[in-house]
């Protein structure tokens, strides 16, 4: 898990930051952007403000469980490699600059990946502990065209094998549930994951927000959301088949609750973590 594998890389705790960079995406701008995001950009945690008063706000949030001067700053929402490379590098380079930040976690889309952002991102990576976070959800074009991420996965795979070219860690998010797919479908994208390798992984479930677009689309067509037990079961399974070199940083999805419709099992977050981490220990024990 990623605090285990941070904790044993720093040797102290270190916590993640959620940081607004001012980021936009261009899915939502000349393409109405993914059915499941949210006018938030798919980061529902950040707070406002320049960029010194989010890292103070996110740090006293978290001092009272987990008080540490050692932080990666994330930058979740929207696509944070779309917009001027010297405004990014300059933004990302003053964070990495202080000495309470040590590393950065940078989401984007692999289709904002062009070469200049690539060399700024291997700068960055030289300078401190980066990772970047792609949106695979799937490896089927079909459901990625039904749920308009905007591009297809071979064009997933170029971005994310570019930045396997330059040194830079990969994080992908899977996204169990996605509408038409079976438990086959599923493993085909699980099975991609743990050939390719990459750094990390995070596993989510398809859920309903009621400010995305797929909330209308749930509504008109109401489709079948995975059970707390099916995902369960799946996430342990992938858990025991995962190649160990994978680090997971996620386990589940984390809606936020003024917003969120259904299922409702997704929004105990800490119960899915600890039934998923009970199957797992019991299906490792089984096998051995
Ligand atoms: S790539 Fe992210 S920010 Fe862009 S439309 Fe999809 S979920 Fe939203």
Redesign the pocket.
């Known amino acids: 898990m990623l605090n285990s594998f941070l904790k044993d890389k720093f040797h102290t705790k270190v916590v993640k930051l959620s940081l607004d960079g001012g ?6 701008i000349h ?4 059915l ?3 006018p938030q ?3 529902e945690f950040t707070d406002a403000g320049s960029m010194a008063m989010q890292i103070e706000r996110q740090k006293q949030r978290l001092a009272s469980k987990w008080p540490t001067d050692h932080a990666i700053a994330y930058f979740q ?3 944070n490699t779309y917009g001027d490379v010297k405004a990014l590098e300059s933004m990302y380079s003053a964070i990495i600059a202080r000495p309470d930040i040590v590393g950065l976690a940078i ?1 984007t ?1 692999a289709d904002c990946l062009d070469d200049d952002v690539v060399a700024m991102l291997k700068r960055l990576n030289e300078k401190t502990f980066l990772w970047v976070e792609l ?1 695979l959800q799937t490896i089927h074009d079909p459901t990625l065209e039904r749920i ?3 591009y297809n996965h071979e064009v997933f795979h170029q971005g994310a094998m570019k930045l396997r070219a330059a040194g830079i860690p990969v994080v992908f998010h899977m996204l169990l549930g996605l509408p038409f797919e079976s438990r086959r479908d599923f493993d085909a994208t699980f099975d991609y994951i743990n050939t390719f390798r990459p750094f990390g992984v995070k596993f989510h479930s398809l859920y309903i927000q009621r400010d995305s677009e797929l909330f209308s689309y749930y509504l008109a067509s109401p489709m079948t959301l995975l059970s707390e037990a099916d995902y369960v079961d799946i996430v342990s399974d992938y858990l025991v088949a995962l190649d160990p070199a994978i680090v997971v940083h996620r386990l589940t999805g984390d809606p936020l609750r003024t917003m969120h419709i259904a299922p409702m099992w997704v929004r105990n977050k800490l119960h899915v973590i600890s039934a998923i981490q009970r199957a797992y220990k019991e299906k490792l024990a089984h096998q051995s």
Do not use: Q, S, V
């Open positions: 980021a936009t995406c261009p899915n939502r393409n109405g952007g993914c499941f995001c949210t950009g798919a980061g929402n929207f696509t989401a889309r949106g308009r991420r905007g």
